[in-house]
């Protein structure tokens, strides 16, 4: 009997997840909408997807400037600035105004007043507001796939880190726009980035790039070459 209830429950969490996925793929061609903040930022999310396995998983360290592209109402973006310090800087980006309006309240918060090294920025991926080689990481929680041209998205965001630089993107099953990581990689190294680490499992993982440095132009002629070879 108990056997049968688990299947059944398996049987309508797989239907579920098809039709979710299918509905996404023809329909849902936008980030989440702002109504959905409070949901996504919420205590049971973070159980299931624990911030601090993120901020290892994304090489995230203190003293660094992140850029978070698609932070909605902030669901990791506190626990991340608290691990970059005061010495380092969280700039919180998002499409949507009234998503950055929810984060805006959330560190007015008692508990969040502490936080000083969060600058929000209402802009879209396709023209980061920034200079170039501005950050040592970037990272995306399950962001990316929403984006209609992502090769668009990360060519901006390879213009935006330094040389380096970290892009860190993760993704969760239960969204619904989640890619397999094989999916992941391939956008990565598809717009130049160089895949330095995957990790966690199939429900929760982290596809960590990196921005390779330029080539660096010889400094010495082969005539002068040859003269440090020669005589003493």
Known sequence: MIIKILLIILSILVLYQIIIRVLAKLFLHFPAPAFTGHLLDSNFRRKLQPPDKVIYRSG????????????????????????????????????????????RYKLSKPGNQDIKNIELVNANAYKLPFENEFFDLVYMITVLPEIPDQNRALQETKRVLKPGGILAVTEFLPDPHYPLKSTVIKRGKETGFILDEVSGNFWNYTVRFKKE????????????????????
């Open 60 to 103: 995230i360290k203190k003293g660094m400037r992140v850029l978070e592209i698609g932070c909605g109402s902030g669901t990791f973006t506190t626990s991340i600035a608290r691990a970059v310090n005061g010495q380092g800087k969280v700039y919180a980006l998002d499409i949507q105004s009234e998503m950055l309006n929810q984060l």
């Open 213 to 232: 440095f330029a080539a660096k132009e010889k400094t010495c002629l082969p005539a002068e070459a040859e003269s440090v070879g020669g005589k003493s």
